[in-house]
């Protein structure tokens, strides 16, 4: 069974940072492309960041370009989220997601995804 686990979120002040981890068990990483999406009360999910199988090919909305940082380690079967100068507006339940590795990453589309994580909590406030 595939399952994903996120952690690594909690409450930080504005200007802070944190690493988010997104750790897979029942299958290797090796062929899925993993996205990272947010959603906070009220809102639709959307697409944060994704990174391709091979790690080769990355990609970041706009609103976190230059903050963020998704990597991966396949060895470790995670893929990481490094989320610096966090804002108030970055405030939202973030999950990892897994889609096959030919899936275009580019449009970060939620549907394209599935064998979803439980989520973790980021709060930004001061």
């Known amino acids: 069974q595939l399952q994903l686990v996120e952690s690594g979120g909690g409450l930080v002040q504005p200007g802070g940072s944190l690493r988010l981890s997104c750790a897979a068990s029942?299958?290797?990483?090796?062929?899925?492309?993993i996205g990272w999406f947010r959603q906070a009360p009220g809102k639709e999910r959307e697409g944060v960041s994704c990174?391709?199988?091979?790690?080769?090919?990355?990609y970041y909305a706009d609103s976190v370009k230059g903050r963020f940082t998704i990597s991966r380690d396949n060895a470790k079967n995670t893929v990481y989220l490094q989320m610096n100068n966090l804002k108030p507006e970055d405030t939202a339940v973030y999950y990892c997601?897994?889609?096959?590795?030919?899936?275009?990453?580019?449009?970060?589309?939620?549907?394209?995804?599935?064998?979803w994580g439980q989520g973790t909590q980021v709060t930004v406030s001061s």
């Open positions: 997601a897994a889609a096959d590795f030919h899936t275009d990453l580019g449009e970060m589309r939620v549907a394209d995804f599935g064998s």
């Open positions: 029942g299958f290797t990483l090796d062929y899925y492309g």
């Open positions: 990174i391709s199988n091979s790690g080769g090919g990355t």
